[in-house]
């Protein structure tokens, strides 16, 4: 593959890649709000979850031809109505059909119009959204925490902690000293009581939080986007934690 042909793929590849992230984030996030009971509605409602998130995106990142590229996810649902009205297809064949058919459609669309590009939006609604990205995956990640909390095993903490060693060359004895402190609350767990253990981790958690603010606060030691992401995720986990437990 010469360079050329390289440099043209490659936007194409990152726009599908994006634009797959921003579905599942809604389908994630806005999937579970409602689930009507209907298939034209369930499938309807389906195709705005996935749809919303990624019209913002798109916006965001100044991408055209949005109302294609939505079209692309609802109309293979609207295709497959027509036989299931006329007994050929079941529930489930329009369900997963539509997910199946969508991919190629939006391939289409993205390869039509070759990654077109507009002006990025200035709304500031769009750009807050946009720019809150990292938050977005993390609250899509721990969704499920808030129905069923998950107490991940201590060890977990020295792994987050870790990143931040491993980042943290520019501050390596602060890095390393808080590691250590995870590495005690970690001894300290194992020797607790099962009740006073969650309390711990939960904990540990929430402080690692904090300790995310820090960094995305000060902008250092690691990218703003991962404290960021980091420390919506590690609240989540131990506020679901806290909860579960009382």
Not at 2 to 11: I, K, L, M, N, Y
Not at 69 to 95: E, F, I, K, Q
Not at 159 to 166: D, F, G, I
């Amino acid at each position: 593959m010469t360079t050329t042909t390289t440099s043209a793929v490659r936007p194409l590849v990152r726009h599908g890649v994006e634009m797959l992230v921003a579905m599942l984030l809604g389908m994630s996030l806005l999937g579970p709000l409602w689930t009507p009971d209907s298939i034209e509605l369930t499938v309807l409602w389906m195709a705005v979850s996935m749809s919303v998130p990624l019209a913002l995106w798109m916006r965001y990142r100044g991408h055209g031809r949005v109302v294609e590229m939505c079209a692309a996810m609802a109309v293979p649902y609207l295709v497959l109505l027509v036989p299931y009205w006329s007994g050929a297809v079941d529930r489930d064949a329009v369900l997963i059909g539509g997910h199946l058919l969508m991919v190629p459609a939006m391939i289409f669309v993205l390869v039509r119009y070759r990654h077109e590009h507009g002006v990025a939006s200035t709304n500031p609604a769009i750009r807050f959204l946009g720019d809150r990205w990292p938050t977005m995956v993390a609250l899509a990640l721990t969704f499920d925490f808030w129905q069923a909390a998950l107490v991940p095993p201590v060890w977990t903490l020295l792994v987050c902690q870790a990143v931040y060693l491993m980042w943290g060359r520019r501050a390596p004895r602060v890095q390393l000293a808080v590691f250590g402190a995870y590495a005690a609350l970690a001894a300290v767990v194992t020797t607790s009581s099962a009740d006073l253990g969650v309390v711990l981790i939960a904990a540990g958690w929430g402080a690692h939080a904090v300790w995310d603010l820090v960094h995305h606060v000060r902008n250092a030691v690691v990218p703003r986007w991962w404290s960021e992401f980091c420390g919506v995720f590690d609240l989540v986990v131990a506020v679901t934690i806290m909860i579960a437990w009382l």
